[in-house]
Every structure is written in C-alpha cells, then in structure tokens.
C-alpha cells in the first residue's frame, strides 16, 4: 500500500508490501533505514557497514493463526565477526540487545537459516529455531544490523513442525 505503489522495490515513494506466509521475499523490499544495497551476480542483498546500525522491516498478513519460523537467506563470508542481526516480531525492542540476536551459520556463500535467538544462552542460541505464535492479521519483523557486512538476501515465513512450544516474553533482560 497504497495502491499506487508499483514494481519491485519502489524506492520513489513510500510503499508498504504485506507478504503471505511461504512466500520468499528478496531483503531489499523491506522497508529500509540506514542499509546499503549491493547486486553480485544474480543476488542483491542488504547489510550494514556499521556496527549496530539500519534496518528492515517486512510485514506479513497471517490468515491461520499458528506457529511460525522465519528463515533468512545469509552470507556470514565466513567470518564469525560478520554473522549476526537482532530480529523483533511487532513491537519488540531487539536493537542492541542480545536476547533477540540471531547468529547465522558461519560460512561462505548464501544459505538459509532458520532465525534463532539468543534468549539468555549467552552466545549459543537459546532458541534455534526461534517459534513464533502469530495470530490472524498484520505481524512485522525487523533485522537490525548488528555486525557489520553480514548480508540479508531473502526472508520467508513457514509454519512450525515438531516442538512448537513458542517462548514467553523476557522479563527483566539486561542490555548487553
């Protein structure tokens, strides 16, 4: 929205885009502050160059209430210093709070990973996957940047199989 938004993505105006769930998404239509953009080769991604900096923001229209998993299409560059974002569902306040880190796979080369989250783990991932309970209407998650050079190339939300225990709220987490 609004309906005279068109094409893909619209960097003229101001454009929202509501994806469906199992659609993949290519990172640079989100709605972006402070992220760069490059094309190599077939990919175009987006990443920040400065440490804790710039977002993305993808809102997606649920029709079946349920848990969900986000995956990330990620390049780490094999660097272990260049493999993270904070990620926040709606009105979660994930920047430079470790809690909400998600820690892709270290390795060099676009893969997908399922988001996980820190939770209180420390530096290994509480949650991995991270299990989202989503209710019927408009939900949003944001990539913050949080290690520079870490590349965003697509998103995709997919219902949850197994253990789909989603976990509470944090209360009382500490800013790291």
Not at 124 to 135: K, R, T
Request: hydrophobic share 30%; with cysteine; proline share 5%.
């Amino acid at each position: 929205s609004p309906a005279s938004c068109t094409g893909t993505p619209i960097t003229n105006q101001s454009c929202v885009y509501v994806f469906q769930p199992e659609q993949s998404i290519q990172a640079e239509s989100g709605i972006l502050s402070g992220m760069q953009q490059f094309t190599s080769g077939s990919d175009t991604y987006i990443y920040t160059n400065t440490t804790n900096s710039g977002s993305a923001v993808f809102a997606f229209n649920i029709t079946t209430a349920g848990t969900y998993k986000l995956e990330a299409r990620v390049n780490s560059n094999n660097d272990g210093g260049t493999n993270s974002f904070y990620v926040g569902l709606d009105t979660e306040a994930p920047l430079n709070n470790n809690y909400y880190a998600f820690d892709a796979q270290i390795i060099d080369g676009f893969i997908w990973d399922e988001v996980n989250r820190r939770g209180n783990g420390g530096t290994v991932s509480q949650y991995d996957p991270m299990i989202f309970n989503l209710s019927v209407g408009s939900h949003a998650f944001t990539f913050y940047g949080k290690e520079p050079n870490t590349w965003l190339d697509q998103i995709r939300l997919v219902p949850a199989t197994g253990d789909t225990t989603a976990p509470s709220a944090p209360t009382g987490v500490s800013v790291n």
